[in-house]
């Protein structure tokens, strides 16, 4: 089975104070803000690499680093993992809060892997 295209990669880091991380990626790092979410900003890193500051990921007792893949297709990605022999930990599902269409995996470390979908097509294009 062909592995659907990724479209972007987004590594989301816990951040206990929104508001100084957002002072530190977009003042003192000089990133570009693309998209935010309210609990969660999403930086431009390179034309297709972000990064995501998010005061809602537990870094004690739940999700601390995410790595998302940014696709057109989650439910090929979801059937290409099951094909090759993983499982889906949860999802795919749509989640109204954040405007995405995702699914999550568990790496063999217990690392959270996310492919996930926009509702807004141009989420990555600042202005829309």
């Not at 979801?78 to 795919?92: F, W």
Request: aromatic share 10%.
């Amino acid at each position: 089975m062909n592995r659907p295209k990724a479209d972007a990669q987004i590594t989301f880091l816990p951040a206990s104070d929104l508001a100084a991380s957002g002072a530190f990626y977009g003042g003192i790092l000089g990133l570009e803000l693309v998209v935010d979410q309210g609990t969660c900003l999403i930086y431009r890193v390179t034309d297709d690499a972000f990064l995501g500051v998010c005061e809602h990921l537990d870094p004690i007792g739940g999700r601390s680093v995410i790595f998302t893949i940014v696709a057109q297709d989650v439910d090929g990605f979801c059937a290409m993992v099951i094909a090759n022999g993983g499982t889906v930990d949860s999802g795919p599902e749509h989640n109204d809060r954040f405007g995405i269409y995702h699914a999550f995996f568990l790496d063999p470390d217990g690392h959270h892997i996310e492919v996930q979908r926009f509702d807004n097509p141009g989420w990555s294009t600042p202005g829309t």
